[in-house]
């Protein structure tokens, strides 16, 4: 479950600019995050952060680098303190979106069920009132998810906000217009933000199809970028199609065990290797005797890695689960995903 909940805030974490606007630096760091290597992204942001003239970041690379970091600090276990510092800064140096999501934390913390590790690592710096200023900033630089946010408290008068439905429907309206655009433009984030949109009924009328129409978009853009080589979105896609269920049909199954091995080819590492023996130990996908026995094998060659004790011990339940023939069809496998490569073994994966 941690590697799941890794993933969606790994993916809800926008660059607000293309890649031009930053410097050669940065962009040895976001490659770092596009590679799902989040130790080695921790460590360039980081110089970034606190030595930009020793590598020649500029003042924009310092406040995205601290956005980033607030991510990366939670996906690394460093403390929700850790994260927020770094949220702070880049929300103070006027970063749209660590604006937004400063706000929502904010708010979290005069809810009925705060999250203690936040509401300790905000202290009492900030009203309600401070949460509404830096959505309204966050929107007036024309962050849309930004305005949709308002717009719900300004239709509602909640979050600080006065109760104004005439505004709301207005900040609705344009922040729609701006996620479409976005959409148009390749951004998958903002397509999938349009279907949730359209089965709400936010700022569009109410619409099954529109949000199929719109989910569908996600997905080409998603599949695209991950065609183009981002193991990040092969990571993502592979969990996104097992779903927390096992896929409902078999294109769906088939579309989820593709950007597995997918992921597990380009990545070649620990965290793809037990990743997709999970998926495939709790057969989100693969029919019949296979999954196991794929599970096995991986969780096997996995064992060679890293927190080999981990996966050695899941590779022994799943044992008890196999005949012997399965058992040495895993064995022979495993052994060439460790002297051959992962590529090669994933062509005499069992099926």
């Known amino acids: 479950m941690f590697r799941i909940l890794v993933l969606i805030i790994g993916l809800s974490i926008p660059s607000l600019a293309n890649g031009e606007d930053f410097s050669p630096e940065m962009q040895k760091c976001f490659a770092t995050l596009d590679r799902w290597q989040n130790a080695e992204a921790t460590t360039c942001f980081l110089l970034v952060a606190y030595t930009p003239d020793k590598?020649?970041?500029t003042e924009n690379d310092v406040v995205e680098a601290n956005y980033r970091l607030y991510e990366l600090s939670l996906i690394m276990r460093l403390g929700h303190k850790v994260a927020i510092q770094h949220l702070e800064y880049a929300a103070k140096s006027g970063h749209p979106a660590a604006q937004n999501h400063l706000s929502y934390l904010i708010t979290t913390t005069y809810g009925s069920k705060p999250?203690?590790?936040?509401?300790?690592?905000?202290g009492s710096?900030?009203?309600?009132r401070d949460a509404h200023n830096l959505l309204k900033a966050a929107s007036d630089a024309g962050y849309y998810p930004a305005m949709i946010k308002l717009a719900a408290d300004y239709?509602?008068?909640?979050?600080g906000a006065l109760k104004d439905p005439v505004y709301a429907q207005e900040l609705e309206l344009k922040g729609v217009e701006l996620a479409l655009g976005a959409a148009n433009a390749g951004d998958a984030e903002a397509?999938?933000?349009?279907?949730r949109y359209a089965i709400r009924g936010i700022g569009m009328?109410?619409?099954?199809?529109q949000m199929k129409f719109y989910e569908d978009m996600?997905?080409?853009i998603y599949e695209a970028r991950a065609e183009s080589g981002s193991i990040k979105t092969?990571?993502?896609?592979a969990i996104r199609y097992s779903g927390i269920r096992p896929p409902e049909n078999d294109q769906e199954r088939a579309r989820a065990e593709y950007w597995a091995l997918s992921y597990l080819s380009a990545a070649q590492d620990y965290d793809a290797a037990t990743m997709v023996a999970g998926l495939y130990g709790e057969e989100k996908f693969g029919s019949g005797p296979g999954p196991k026995t794929i599970a096995h094998i991986l969780y096997n060659y996995a064992s060679t890695l890293d927190d080999g004790d981990f996966a050695a011990r899941q590779r022994d339940e799943i044992a008890a689960e196999l005949t012997k023939s399965q058992t040495d069809t895993a064995l022979r496998v495993a052994r060439l995903c460790v002297d051959d490569g992962i590529p090669a073994c994933i062509q005499q994966l069992p099926r």
């Open 55 to 57: 590598v020649g970041a």
């Open 115 to 122: 999250n203690k590790a936040i509401n300790e690592a905000l």
């Open 125 to 128: 710096r900030y009203s309600l």
């Open 155 to 159: 239709r509602n008068g909640t979050g």
């Open 191 to 195: 397509a999938e933000d349009l279907s």
């Open 205 to 209: 009328p109410e619409s099954m199809e």
């Open 218 to 220: 996600a997905y080409r």
């Open 234 to 237: 092969k990571r993502f896609l």
